[in-house]
Structures are given as structure tokens and as C-alpha cells.
């Protein structure tokens, strides 16, 4: 039995994704689920949290699910388009960011992003002096 995929954003900047004209992706708008249309030839975009984290939460990741069909087989190929995960530190732009606008992200790498949204490190984090977040994990700092 095929369930699909349950609700997520990805990680990513951006997400491509093409598809064999068989429903199944649903994104949430305004608090419902809606099946995005087939339209041919084309590609479904996707924007992530890498940058929802550098727009402040001006652009939104998607929040977005599959569905199986029962009686076609959905292909979908997704692209993801991500920064390097260790050599640049996500946060806010300063643009983004201001008196009456503060930063909704603490600075971290995309691989500290991965392992928080995958493994729910929150109460574990500790910033260090520039502001990244710092993982303590079984007695050793993971930057």
C-alpha cells in the first residue's frame, strides 16, 4: 500500500518538479488542500526554507503533500537547488531585517537547518559568539 507523502516544506532554495500529468501534489492555501493542476509541459516550482530564512519570512515555504492515485502511477522528479551546507550561514538578510521587523531566524549552516527541521534539535542549541547556532550532541559541539 502506497500512502504518498505526508505534509512538508523542503529545505532547499527551490524545488523543481516535473510530473507524468497525473494529480496527486496538494499545497496548502489558506488553510485548505488544493490539488495542483497538470498543465502540460510544464514544471511546478517550489520555494523552500532557505528562502523563507533569508527573505525574514517574506516568501513562504511551501507546505505541500502527494497523494497516490488509484488508478494511474504518479511519477514526480523533484530538483532541489540548495546552498553548500557547511560554507555559507543562513539568516535574514539585513534588508529583510529592522527595528520594527526582527530577524524569526537564528544564523545557522544548511546542514545545522537539515539536522533542526529532521531531528527537532532545538533544546539541544547553543549559539557561539557570532550568533551560529552550535549543536551539543553526546558531549561534543558540532558547529
Avoid at 492555501?29 to 523552500?48: M, N, Q, R
Avoid at 542549541?125 to 549543536?135: K, L, P, T, W
Amino acid at each position: 500500500l502506497a500512502l504518498g507523502v505526508e505534509a512538508h516544506t523542503d529545505v532547499s532554495a527551490l524545488t523543481f518538479i516535473l510530473h507524468n500529468m497525473v494529480p496527486g501534489l496538494q499545497v496548502l492555501y489558506k488553510g485548505e488542500w488544493v490539488t495542483a493542476s497538470c498543465v502540460p509541459d510544464s514544471i511546478i516550482l517550489h520555494v523552500g526554507d532557505t528562502i523563507e530564512i533569508l527573505s525574514n519570512g517574506m516568501y513562504k515555504s511551501v507546505l505541500h503533500r502527494g497523494l497516490v492515485n488509484r488508478e494511474r502511477v504518479r511519477v514526480s522528479w523533484a530538483v532541489f537547488c540548495e546552498p553548500p551546507k557547511e560554507k555559507i550561514v543562513l539568516k535574514p538578510l539585513p534588508e529583510t531585517v529592522g527595528e520594527d521587523r526582527p530577524a524569526l531566524f537564528p544564523p545557522r549552516t544548511f546542514a545545522q537547518h537539515m539536522k533542526h527541521k529532521l531531528f527537532k534539535k532545538s533544546d539541544d542549541e547553543v549559539h557561539d559568539e557570532e550568533g551560529v547556532v552550535v549543536v551539543e550532541h553526546d558531549d561534543k559541539s558540532v558547529e
